[in-house]
């Protein structure tokens, strides 16, 4: 086990009680160390407002919540969501974790700090464009937007922020079933259209703008009724997300049913989950949009995935 899982606490898990948690615990000094940090982490999400989603949520080394996924099978893609979603296809998926929400500008800056290369002055060209970071100024950024998610960045330095976190980005399947589940439902909440008129699910373009409360990005988590069946947050709308992918619109006729992977070369990055400035069927959690990987934008942000280790 790694240093960082060992860090990683356990918050909470569905259906699970205390005895159970404890009967799976290898020894008794374990069982106590895990306890009282099972204890400690439901304090931490009792005071977050997450307890009663029932999701099991770990922090990992650097204190991010994350959500386990299981091993999983699932129908990936739809017939409604573009000629590159088709056809629907049954693919199993090996567990793993992925973070709760979008990586934030807060968060962002302290791979900054630990990273100078990454920073907008001294960025490679050939790995991000000239909008680079385009609201930061070294590791400074816009102060209202520290909760928001950071925008801005190409999937290079996306990919770099995620090894460094000892993670890395999301495949495309483990997107697709981190969103929607197993159930075939188009988003992450079940069936049921976006309408911010009605009921807020998460952050797409509205007319007006603001009558999903943000005119532009959201601060990240800020539509829990809008969660998907594992409990992430925002994996439809606020921004689009970098996958680890490559994107080839015929792939999906092609593809391995186990933990596929992508073509093995491209163009184009794929990015998932639609932001504040489309409309509500883009925020359908099969639609695939590609990018340059150089390509920077205000709709473009990403979150990180982990392996889940023998055990845990
Ligand atoms: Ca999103």
Not at 102 to 128: I, K, M, S
Not at 258 to 284: E, F, H, K
Not at 285 to 297: E, G, I, Q
Request: hydrophobic content about 35%; charged content about 25%.
């Amino acid at each position: 086990m790694s240093n960082e899982d060992t860090k990683a606490v356990l918050v909470h898990q569905r259906n699970a009680s205390t005895d159970r948690m404890i009967n799976r615990l290898p020894s008794p000094k374990t069982r106590i160390v895990r306890c009282f940090a099972a204890m400690a982490a439901v304090t931490i999400c009792i005071s977050t407002g997450w307890a009663d989603l029932g999701h099991r949520v770990v922090r990992d080394g650097r204190g991010v919540e994350m959500v386990r996924v299981s091993t999983a099978t699932f129908v990936m893609g739809e017939f409604d969501a573009g000629i590159d979603a088709q056809p629907p296809h049954e693919v199993t998926i090996s567990a793993f974790y992925i973070d709760r929400t979008e990586v934030t500008y807060e968060q962002f800056r302290d791979f900054l700090l630990a990273n100078p290369e990454w920073q907008r002055e001294n960025v490679d060209p050939l790995l991000a464009d000239d909008s680079y970071l385009n609201d930061w100024s070294g590791v400074e950024y816009p102060e209202h937007l520290k909760d928001h998610p950071v925008r801005w960045v190409s999937w290079y330095s996306a990919a770099a922020y995620a090894e460094w976190r000892g993670g890395r980005l999301p495949t495309e399947a483990e997107w697709e079933l981190a969103a929607r589940g197993t159930d075939g439902r188009p988003w992450p909440w079940g069936w049921e259209t976006p309408d911010s008129t009605t009921r807020p699910l998460c952050n797409y373009r509205t007319d007006p703008p603001e009558i999903d409360g943000f005119l532009l990005t959201a601060p990240v988590g800020s539509y829990p009724a809008g969660d998907s069946p594992y409990g992430a947050l925002d994996m439809a709308g606020n921004v689009w997300e970098w996958t680890a992918d490559w994107h080839d619109p015929e792939y999906y006729a092609e593809s391995p049913s186990l933990d596929p992977r992508g073509p093995d070369r491209g163009t184009y990055r794929v990015l998932r989950g639609g932001s504040w400035s489309v409309p509500a069927s883009w925020t359908r959690s099969t639609v695939r949009l590609r990018a340059y990987p150089t390509r920077c934008s205000d709709q473009v942000g990403f979150r990180c995935v982990r392996d889940v280790d023998d055990g845990e």
